[in-house]
């Protein structure tokens, strides 16, 4: 079965920047519909962003202009951009294969604070 590996995370700052990847053992698995979600200590799990097939993105309001969703095909991997983070973006992040696969990854911790 396919996997997903995110990586990316870390400990940053207010205000700071990161860029999340997530890798597939399969290349062709990104040019799917592809998500990331995230899970913060004791939340449920909530949409972030995602692509679909055709490139359109769609974010979720608390990240919308801060946040930026990509893929690189040829290469299998999909990013997700994060800037201005902000400590509410402290979370477990996760890359989402939706549909028959229902595939997600293991999840890159990203911490905010100073």
């Known amino acids: 079965q396919a996997q997903l590996t995110e990586s990316g995370g870390g400990v940053v700052q207010p205000g700071g920047s990161l860029i999340l990847s997530c890798v597939t053992s399969e290349t062709a698995l990104i040019k799917n519909f592809m998500a990331w979600y995230r899970q913060a200590p004791g939340k449920e799990r909530e949409y972030v962003a995602s692509?679909?097939?055709?490139?359109?993105?769609n974010y979720a309001a608390s990240v919308q202009d801060r946040f930026t969703i990509s893929r690189d095909g040829d290469k299998g991997i999909l990013y997700l951009q994060m800037n201005k983070l902000k400590s509410e973006d402290t979370a477990a992040y996760f890359c989402?294969?939706?549909?028959?696969?229902?595939?997600w990854g293991q999840g890159t911790q990203v911490t905010v604070s100073s």
């Open positions: 989402h294969l939706p549909g028959l696969q229902n595939l």
């Open positions: 692509i679909s097939t055709i490139g359109a993105t």
